[in-house]
């Protein structure tokens, strides 16, 4: 996944066997009436980077055995604002981009966990966090800097479901 969108698959008509995202879809209503709507702790809500209701609504699209298509002449004109080109902005979209893959995960019980944090995810945010810091490429610096937000943000998720509603 990235905060940069490039959904391209060619300029054939074709079954999609991924899910979709962004602004280049579209819907029946019956698909909605079936599976019910977007999710609503999911999603763009001001400054709010969380994201993904899109593609978790295409993923039970799919597991429910829907047809998605992809169409190439459907074009979709989306601006983009200049801040959305920032680092700040990716460091932003990938800790929340953590936190809206904890929400989409459902975890295996019982799996180790220290505070309703799965172990693993620990182990994942250090390793980043070192390649992060002894990377000398910087493309590849900035990279494993976005992959430890991610995980940071995964791990916050994770942690606050766990104690629950404030």
């Known amino acids: 996944m990235s905060f940069i969108v490039r959904f391209d698959l060619g300029s054939t008509p074709s079954e999609m066997k991924a899910t979709p995202f962004g602004a ?21 809500i001001g400054k709010n980077l969380l994201h993904g209701e899109d593609s978790e609504f295409g993923r039970r699209l799919l597991d429910g055995g829907e047809k998605l298509l992809y169409i190439p002449k459907a074009i979709v004109y989306h601006p983009v604002e200049p801040e959305r080109a920032t680092k700040k902005y990716a460091e932003d979209w ?23 944090v799965p172990r693993y995810l620990f182990r994942k945010l250090a390793e980043e966090f070192f390649r992060w810091n002894f990377t000398f490429n910087p493309d590849r610096r900035f990279y494993h800097k976005l992959q430890t ?3 940071a943000g995964e791990i916050s998720e994770f942690h606050l479901q766990h104690k629950g509603p404030q």
């Open 24 to 44: 280049n879809m579209i819907f029946r209503k019956s698909a909605f009436k079936k599976y019910g709507v977007f999710r609503t702790d999911l999603g763009r």
């Open 94 to 116: 990938y800790l929340m981009y953590g936190r809206t893959s904890a929400r989409m995960t459902s975890l295996p019980e019982p799996l180790p966990s220290y505070f309703g």
């Open 149 to 151: 937000y991610r995980f």
